[in-house]
């Protein structure tokens, strides 16, 4: 751990704001489009309003709405204008919480505790999502005590409907698709997977956490996105991410149900608690009023058309890049994404080289196997870097070309992952290195893997 004493006495602020700069200084340049995931930065008058509302709901606590009745306004304001924009009706209900994550968890632990009441028989409840859906569902499950069954990726990489069908058991509860989903930005099936659903009597949860704020407006622009929404019969539940292409503060997602009975299954209550009647909607316990405001604000400033001028301008940006990526023959986009989230493979060099090569000329990209690929999402920080993206592309394929079998860090990284067949043993070495570096520092590494 970082040798770091409690502080005796405090020091001046202006030491500590130069100090976080200081702190700062080597972090991902998301303001300059040089990161291709994390921050959604969509320029400074929008994030000017958000820190505004922010600051001025600081010390709000949406844990107890009775007190803050500001917050269970905005918070149901919120949900309601997101229902609206996902086709819903006025049985539609929610939460927000703190993220995709926690709408995820969210979502799982209601179907687990609805089966509970409801299928009785099912002692090991069971899941059948895509290969692809996102790790926090991975995570939901493992939390929760469901057992996840992954239906195989068609060609086009949207889940292969008729493999889920196969992995339907008497003891599966819910099914999953996602719009779209992370690793390669298409969408899945949605409505044939609503179809199954129905047919097997079963809940449908759609993970539009990346999409939910973009795919509307790029459906509306003529872009090629299927109905995703409430709008399809036996889609149960939606989590959509207002700290994404919302453009809302960090900390803050919705998850809406088609109706408020299902929602209740969310719902946690002890009431024999010496500290009071307790009741919380969601996983955490207080909750950040600002991450509240800020959600409603975006929306409420942006409005419809606000976020149709940027998705035109997110496409845009896209479109410019995958031109460009398609005209460089190694490369190939992964699949056909219909929004600013896509991945490219590489046939004759390997991408993980590629990586390395690009981070050296200040790219931060996202590396991802099964097929090893890197991956993309577009903001409207990125509007302006796409030649000098490309050109740096063009001349670090370049580079691997000319050093094939250089080992760079990541090569080295993924070919040990790529060496140990049991995914428990890499399990194991990813929190064994990733405790490493926080306590130590230093590069992560998979050393002693293999
Ligand atoms: C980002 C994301 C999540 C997880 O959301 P967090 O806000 O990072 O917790 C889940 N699913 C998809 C498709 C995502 O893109």
């Not at 709000?60 to 609206?84: H, I, W, Y």
């Not at 006025?90 to 919480?97: C, D, F, I, K, W």
């Not at 995958?322 to 060099?349: Q, S, Y």
């Not at 390997?350 to 200040?362: C, K």
Request: hydrophobic share 45%; glycine share 8%; net charge negative.
């Amino acid at each position: 751990m970082a040798n770091t004493k409690f502080p005796e006495r405090g020091i001046p602020k202006e030491e500590v704001l130069q100090s976080l700069d200081a702190y700062r200084a080597a972090d991902g340049d998301w303001q300059h489009g040089k990161t291709w995931s994390l921050v959604y930065y969509a320029g400074e008058e929008i994030t000017a309003l958000t820190e505004e509302v922010y600051r001025k709901f600081f010390h709000t606590n949406g844990l107890n709405p009775f007190v803050f009745q500001s917050l269970k306004r905005l918070e149901t304001e919120t949900l309601s204008m997101a229902a609206d924009l996902f086709h819903g009706d006025g049985q539609v209900a929610g939460s927000l919480t703190s993220g995709g994550s926690e709408s995820i968890l969210m979502a799982v632990k209601t179907y687990r505790d609805e089966a509970r009441l409801l299928k009785p028989h099912i002692t090991q409840p069971e899941a059948v999502v895509p290969a692809s859906a996102h790790a926090a569902v991975e995570k939901a499950a493992h939390y929760f005590g469901v057992k996840l069954l992954h239906a195989p990726l068609a060609a086009d990489l949207r889940v292969d409907v008729a493999a889920v069908e196969q992995l339907i058991t008497p003891n599966t509860i819910f099914l999953l698709g996602s719009a779209p989903q992370y690793p390669h930005g298409v969408i899945d099936p949605i409505a044939e997977l609503a179809a199954l659903a129905l047919q097997h009597d079963l809940r449908l949860h759609v993970d539009a956490c990346l999409g939910g704020f973009t795919l509307p407006f790029i459906k509306e622009l003529g872009g090629n996105v299927p109905d995703f929404d409430f709008a399809v019969e036996g889609v149960t539940s939606i989590s959509a991410d207002l700290h994404k292409y919302a453009f809302a503060a960090k900390g803050v997602s919705a998850l809406l149900y088609r109706n408020a009975e299902i929602r209740k299954h969310q719902y946690f209550a002890y009431g024999d608690w010496p500290g009071g009647l307790f009741i919380s909607p969601s996983a955490t316990g207080t909750r950040p009023g600002g991450a509240i405001a800020s959600a409603w604000a975006a929306l409420k400033f942006i409005g419809r058309e606000g976020y149709l001028e940027i998705t035109r301008g997110v496409l845009a940006t896209t479109k410019k890049l995958l031109e460009g990526v398609r005209a460089i023959p190694e490369l190939e986009i992964l699949g056909d994404p219909p929004a600013g989230i896509f991945a490219f493979g590489a046939t004759h060099l390997n991408v993980h080289a590629l990586a390395d090569h690009l981070e050296h000329r200040g790219w931060v990209v996202d590396q991802q196997v099964n097929p090893a690929c890197l991956h993309f999402m577009v903001t409207p920080a990125h509007a302006g870097v796409e030649d000098a993206f490309l050109a740096d592309l063009r001349a670090a394929v370049a580079e691997v070309k000319a050093a094939p079998e250089q080992l760079t860090p990541s090569v080295a990284l993924y070919g040990m992952r790529a060496a140990v067949p049991d995914p428990a043993v890499v399990n194991q070495f990813i929190k064994d290195a990733y405790s490493r570096f926080m306590t130590e520092g230093g590069e992560f590494s998979f050393e002693g893997l293999v």
